[in-house]
């Protein structure tokens, strides 16, 4: 752009008030031009068959340049200086490259594209500079004046300084871009959802005079469904993707009556009574399920968006996988309960099944004491492992030969017991001799020392002290075991 001549705007009266000091006192930064060199410019770059300006100025950008240098600024008022930090209209134009720099080129194209397409004005967002440095955000709005339209010598060109509006959008933008990075990459699965048709239904009750919520939902469990199915999932985040084996948002919304089914029901049930005593915010424990089946124990807090509490209409649930923790819990109380070699209940079970049985029953109680031949002479012999292997085979064939409603327990180094609750002393030798007969399948399966027990039993009808009944099947199973070792001692003399 370069300076030129006002011509005859300053001569122009209106209501004896020079139009000039109009321009001149007009808040707006305004740019009288002169566009007639970059007309005739572009009549030769049409009679050269150039149709697309946009792809022939992108094709080489110094095209852009040559359209810059063709407009001449006649005229700029106080405000302009003002914007600008200009101390004059020539220092001003005279650093017009300090001005219009960088990030302005393709709002400039686009202008340029307006006036080759025939429209008297312009508009553009673009990016100027301020003689000092800063940036200025700009709405730039250009008009060619009436009377000038062939020859476009008098362009008025209006800049309005957006650079605050611009900064607060780019803030906005940048506060939601960052909301947005801690909801896709938050290292726990976030679900939004809108609970607000659950609310109008809760609504609907009480306005039936339903005041008691969880026994509605005993007489009419389908009411729970019903809740469940009015949920809509607005968003989810990657790592909900990951933690449901779900690969993208459509597969896993498309299929969520996978992930919530079973124990799901329960839970549900719950939280809607919580949202009916008005717990906006509320956590639990639950269970959900993955696309491949697995079940995903999860940790859910629940909580109705701040200035959505009358509609519910938006609800952020934060869901975190406790899994391993769940397992580990369980296999610390199976280790309270088990024996870890044998898989069989541990002695600690042992005393206690005891102490129940004794207080509740049901009796008759029938008890099975039973101690695994020769281990002693297996670890002397073939070492510890040979010896743990044998008690390994005693409890596979304990926890074949025992029912889930009785129980088989390891309570010493070679000695098990089991309690058969209301079995008479029928039962009890019929539970020796399924025993004794899996012995034999065992041993045929296992090559090398043969697994052998000795077994004694007793029933208590509940007149006695069951530490009684266990001292009778103690006694009848060294009887066994004499004479076990008697039959033994037999063979290796005949051998002899």
């Not at 209501?15 to 808040?27: A, E, R, S």
């Not at 699965?189 to 607000?196: A, G, I, K, M, Y």
């Not at 934060?318 to 309960?337: Q, V």
Request: hydrophobic share 40%; with cysteine; net charge negative.
């Amino acid at each position: 752009m370069q300076s030129g001549d006002t011509g005859s705007v300053g001569n122009m009266d209106t209501m004896g008030v020079k139009l000039i000091d109009f321009f001149d006192v007009t808040p707006t930064s305004l740019w009288l031009e002169d566009y007639s060199e970059l007309r005739a410019l572009f009549e030769r770059w049409r009679a050269d068959g150039v149709t697309d300006l946009r792809r022939f100025l992108e094709d080489d950008t110094r095209r852009v340049a040559e359209c810059s240098a063709c407009i001449r600024v006649l005229k700029v008022n106080q405000r302009t200086l003002s914007l600008y930090a200009a101390t004059s209209q020539d220092e001003l134009v005279s650093r017009l490259d300090h001005v219009l720099r960088d990030d302005m080129l393709e709002a400039h194209v686009d202008e340029l594209v307006q006036m080759w397409e025939g429209g008297p004005s312009f508009q553009s967002k673009s990016v100027n500079y301020a003689l000092d440095g800063r940036r200025l955000d700009i709405l730039l709005k250009g008009v060619i004046l009436p009377g000038h339209e062939d020859k476009w010598d008098r362009v008025l060109v209006a800049v309005d300084d957006i650079t605050e509006l611009e900064d607060a959008r780019r803030r906005t933008a940048m506060s939601e871009a960052y909301a947005r990075g801690i909801f896709e990459y938050a290292p726990v699965s976030l679900w939004v959802e809108d609970f607000e048709a659950v609310k109008d239904l809760l609504e609907e009750l009480r306005d039936r005079g339903i005041t008691d919520l969880r026994t509605f939902t005993d007489v009419h469990p389908e009411f729970v469904e019903r809740c469940m199915a009015e949920i809509q999932v607005l968003d989810v985040n990657h790592h909900t993707l990951e933690m449901f084996k779900a690969p993208n948002k459509a597969e896993l919304l498309g299929r969520l009556s996978e992930v919530f089914r079973g124990e799901m029901r329960h839970h549900f049930r719950e939280q809607l009574i919580d949202l009916w005593d008005g717990k906006l915010f509320h956590t639990r424990e639950v269970v959900n399920y993955a696309l491949d089946g697995e079940v995903v124990n999860i940790h859910l807090q629940f909580s109705v968006f701040p200035g959505h509490e009358g509609h519910w209409d938006l609800v952020l649930l934060a869901l975190t996988d406790i899994t391993a923790r769940k397992k580990a819990e369980a296999y610390l109380e199976f280790l309270g309960k088990h024996d870890v070699l044998t898989k069989l209940k541990n002695r600690s079970f042992y005393v206690d099944e005891l102490n129940r049985l004794q207080r509740k029953g049901p009796f008759p109680v029938t008890a099975i004491m039973i101690d695994v031949n020769d281990l002693k002479k297996v670890n002397d012999q073939l070492g510890h492992a040979a010896g743990d292997e044998l008690l390994r085979r005693a409890g596979e064939v304990l926890t074949k030969a025992v029912d889930k409603r009785y129980h088989a327990a390891r309570i010493g180094g070679d000695e098990f017991a089991v309690l058969l609750p209301g079995v008479d002393a029928r039962g009890g030798e019929q539970m020796v001799e399924q025993i004794e007969k899996l012995i034999e399948l065992n041993n045929q399966f296992y090559t090398g020392t043969k697994l052998s027990f000795s077994m004694g039993s007793a029933t208590c009808d509940g007149k006695e002290r069951l530490e009684e009944t266990l001292k009778r099947a103690d006694l009848a199973m060294y009887e066994s075991k004499r004479a076990h070792y008697d039959q033994t001692k037999s063979n290796r003399r005949a051998a002899n």
